[in-house]
């Protein structure tokens, strides 16, 4: 264990599971609040799981969940595909997961869906830059995020779908071929165009994990890296005590944020959570002169490439692959040769880094935040999927306001952990089956 405070010899008021973005903020935002956090993180540091590789893309303008028809088309027929955007690794103990996916794909469940996770994101970007202004160090920049398109029929759809989002209010700007050299001055010269959305932002995914971390220290709150969670005790409808390899802890409330994580410790409790792990990748490169001035998404690849402090990332795909976070080199190749095709070749001795993650993609393509009628003090904050860093500091206020018995600044509702209740484990720990 290599604790970042001290631990002091009194019990917690909360504890909250997983020093990701998710944990990081909520820690933050209690501590604010005067209550006595404590926050367990298995890594030994925080940021140790999905929250320090992903892209660090905040787009409220695509906002909406992955469940939609278009996604669960790919994937199937990319199946087979092992260095496609969208890859599910056949197994049975997926099935269960893609039907309930498959049912969300309803035209109705993904227009709710979407009206939640926008609602939900303009809140969260409010927060972002509201700590940029407390002088939180986390590289949130409004620079925009461009859609690359390779061919005219991708463009076309592109523009009809650009044109959409601006009769919703959204800015969207069609780049000539000028501002294109100026902003991308490595892209390719064979690319059908490209649309920016000025309003979208982007941060550091790992500096801004630091920072809430370092911000929820300094409120009071206490972090502990390097301690993993055992189990639980329990009594009726209660979780009466966090059992970790550093001992037993007893505190009044859980928070459990521990990612794909979540839902073995969610099982020793009697809850099932249709969450899978989706492993995503990133290849970081050292910057240089010519690197792209705003982030950009390559559109047919499915790769994303953000200008970060000190490299440039190139980060995607989405692999169903369960608890395996091996780097599959296939898929790092696909995402190297598309960096290579928009935006010219690079040495192999540039690459500073190469990683893999597991993001928590629920069932729906909605995170579950909230209680659940069968454990009166356990919180969850989960199943963000590839959100956590966009959606971290609105979970977190969220999870503050529900714990303190503040107004709810959103309605909990379509994120409760209850709207899976067909799926639970049965009725013995007095969960509806």
């Avoid at 197994?91 to 009206?115: D, M, Y």
């Avoid at 061919?151 to 969207?172: D, N």
Wanted: glycine residues 12%.
């Amino acid at each position: 264990m290599s604790p970042v405070q001290a631990k002091t010899g009194r019990q917690p008021d909360v504890v909250i599971v997983g020093g990701g973005a998710i944990g990081a903020v909520t820690a933050y935002e209690l501590a604010c609040r005067g209550i006595n956090v404590t926050l367990l993180e298995r890594g030994g540091e925080l940021a140790a799981g999905c929250s320090s590789g992903n892209a660090g893309l905040m787009r409220t303008s695509h906002a909406m969940p992955l469940a939609t028809r278009s996604n669960l088309i790919a994937g199937l027929r990319w199946m087979l595909r092992r260095d496609s955007p969208f890859y599910i690794r056949p197994r049975l103990a997926i099935v269960p997961w893609l039907l309930r996916f498959a049912a969300a794909t309803a035209k109705r469940r993904v227009e709710a869906g979407t009206r939640v996770l926008r609602a939900l994101s303009k809140t969260s970007l409010q927060l972002h830059a509201a700590y940029l202004q407390e002088g939180f160090r986390t590289g949130f920049e409004i620079s925009g995020v461009a859609d690359v398109y390779e061919t005219i029929t991708t463009f076309a759809a592109g523009y009809q779908e650009a044109q959409h989002l601006e009769q919703e209010g959204y800015q969207v700007k069609i780049l000539d071929a000028e501002t294109i050299r100026e902003l991308f001055p490595r892209m390719s010269s064979k690319i059908a165009g490209v649309i920016l959305y000025p309003g979208d932002p982007h941060c550091e995914p790992h500096r801004f994990v630091k920072e809430m971390g370092a911000a929820a220290i300094a409120a009071g709150a206490i972090i502990r890296t390097g301690v993993e969670v055992l189990g639980f005790e329990r009594s009726n409808s209660s979780v009466t005590g966090v059992r970790t390899s550093a001992g037993d802890l007893h505190p009044g409330e859980i928070v459990l944020a521990a990612g794909v994580w979540s839902v073995g410790l969610a099982k020793q409790l009697g809850m099932h959570l249709p969450i899978e792990g989706a492993k995503g990748y990133h290849v970081d490169i050292k910057k240089s002169v010519s690197d792209p001035r705003v982030p950009m998404i390559l559109n047919e690849a499915r790769v994303s490439c953000t200008p970060l402090q000190d490299v440039l990332r190139f980060s995607g795909t989405l692999e169903l692959s369960g608890l395996d976070t091996t780097l599959n080199e296939v898929r790092v190749g696909a995402i190297k040769a598309a960096a290579r095709k928009n935006l010219g070749d690079f040495p192999e001795s540039q690459i500073t880094d190469i990683w893999a993650g597991l993001r928590p993609c629920s069932s729906d393509g909605l995170p579950i935040i909230g209680r659940s009628e069968g454990l009166a003090n356990l919180v969850f904050a989960t199943g963000h999927g590839m959100s956590g860093l966009h959606l971290g500091p609105v979970t977190g206020r969220l999870v503050a306001e529900l714990i303190t018995g503040q107004p709810l600044s959103h309605d909990l509702t379509p994120l409760s952990p209850d709207r899976f209740r067909l799926f639970t484990l049965g009725r013995r720990n007095g969960l509806a089956s």
